[in-house]
């Protein structure tokens, strides 16, 4: 082989090699990075795109200061499995709020929360939608829900007049419901869409439960299907849930059921009120109303009932003397435990109170440590004078708002009590 045949030989083998080495590291790359591949497009270009290939539009309308949307966007979207379903089977979508396609969709499919999810076809009809943070697995299930023609909304939706008698069929048309829309983040959103949501939602409870007798009501299907959705505390389960709360905790979880009784007698209130503004007398009349049940399933209620309304009403004499007298035992949860020493801490200046604060938050912070429990205690100290343990539970807290991935405007609270624990005189 002469010289130059010889050197034109190599450049052609390193040039093959080259270009191999390159397309691997590309495939290499795009598994490494291996997510839902969101279209960079307009509304109509989706549409028009979904109806040449004759696949389903997957849309997800964010807002930036979501949380909750942070934590898909980083978790589940560029999970593989996610991708490698959501890629081949729909045109994807990924929308703004407040851009000029997400202010689109939004309008267009009243949207009032996120995240949101929406499922449609070429011609923008919704076929499928949901709400909220998910995890992968719960997530890959929504669009197989939403790729099958028998289990979508959009079949619920059309079956429906058919299928009024059959149980089975309105649990799951309620299940599906409950996912598609929430209440408004913000007062800017309109309650329209979630009143009618929840009057629908209503309906089909009643005609559920409307199939069930009395003797049925304990089943494991018909428990989970008032711990779900059953709020009416005047209505037929709610009252034989009452009744018989020892029978359902012998059959289920005694903490679940505790917590259906209180969450329904507290948010009663409401119902009990109707349309009127609220205002102590009325608060007085319905916590009346709830004694009358004469049961102890009833205690927790009352007693966060009567704390709301001394905290509604001002009266913090009132509110303490419930909380030193009732707290131990009402106040279970790190987040009631939050909520309870913040208002202390923004109300009260008695120094047995701030004490009993800093009490709740140590328990908290010891059991579920977190951003927001470490903020709550270290205001809580800071209140107390504590510099050095202020200064390194807010540490804490900023540190723990930072792991997350919060911008520096959601944790400013953070950084502004350091600047105020520094001023503190020193201990």
């Keep these: 082989m002469s010289k ?38 307009s509304f109509d270009e989706i549409k028009a795109k979904a109806k040449k290939e004759n696949k389903l539009i997957f849309i997800n309308v964010y807002s930036v200061s979501c949380m909750p949307c942070k934590k898909m966007e980083k978790e589940v979207f560029t999970d593989p499995g996610v991708a490698n379903y959501y890629n081949p089977n729909f045109i994807n979508a990924s929308y703004d709020y407040n851009g000029t396609q997400g202010s689109l969709v939004s309008e267009a499919y009243q949207i009032n929360c996120f995240p949101n999810y929406l499922f449609m076809d070429g011609d923008g009809k919704i076929v499928h939608r949901s709400t ?3 995890s992968q697995e719960e997530f890959l299930k929504l669009a197989a ?36 829309n929430c209440m408004p983040i913000t007062l800017n959103f309109s309650l329209g869409s979630e009143l009618e949501s929840i009057a629908k ?38 009252s034989y849930l009452l009744k018989n709360a020892a029978v359902f905790k012998k059959l289920y979880s005694e903490d679940s059921v505790n917590s259906k009784i209180k969450d329904v007698l507290i948010s009663g209130g409401n119902l009990f009120g109707g349309n009127k503004p609220s205002s ?32 509604a009403n001002l009266k913090w004499l009132d509110y303490m003397r419930l909380v030193m007298e009732s707290g131990d035992k009402y106040i279970l949860s790190s987040e009631e435990n939050e909520r309870v020493a913040k208002v202390i801490y923004e109300n009260i200046e008695d120094m047995t109170a701030l004490q009993k604060a800093e009490q709740m938050m140590k328990a908290s912070a010891d059991k579920e440590p977190s951003w927001l429990v470490y903020e709550t205690y270290a205001n809580v100290l800071y209140k107390l004078n504590k510099k050095k343990e202020a200064k390194s539970i807010a540490l804490k807290a900023l540190d723990a708002a930072k792991r997350i991935g919060a911008k ?17 005189p020193a201990q």
């Design 132 to 134: 909220g943070a998910m």
């Design 201 to 238: 939602r209503d309906t089909l409870l009643k005609e559920y439960f409307a199939l069930q007798t009395e003797e049925m009501l304990s089943s494991r299907a018909n428990w989970t299907a008032i711990r779900d959705f059953t709020h009416d505390y005047r209505s037929r389960e709610f």
């Design 4 to 41: 130059k045949r010889f050197v034109l030989y190599i450049m052609i083998i390193s040039s093959y090699c080259a270009a191999q080495t390159k397309e691997l590291s590309s495939s290499y790359m795009a598994v490494k990075k291996e997510e839902i591949h969101f279209e960079n497009l």
């Design 280 to 311: 102590e007398v009325n608060e007085i009349a319905y916590i009346n109303e709830i004694k009358k049940l004469n049961t102890q399933e009833a205690e927790p209620a009352l007693f966060w009932l009567n704390l709301n309304s001394a905290e």
């Design 408 to 424: 520096p405007k959601n944790y400013a609270g953070i950084t502004y009590l350091l600047e105020k624990i520094e001023k503190l």
């Design 145 to 180: 829900t939403a790729s099958n023609p028998k289990q979508r909304l959009l079949y619920y939706e059309e079956e429906y007049s058919k299928n009024k008698s059959n149980p089975e069929f309105l649990i799951n048309y309620l299940r599906i419901l409950d996912r598609v």
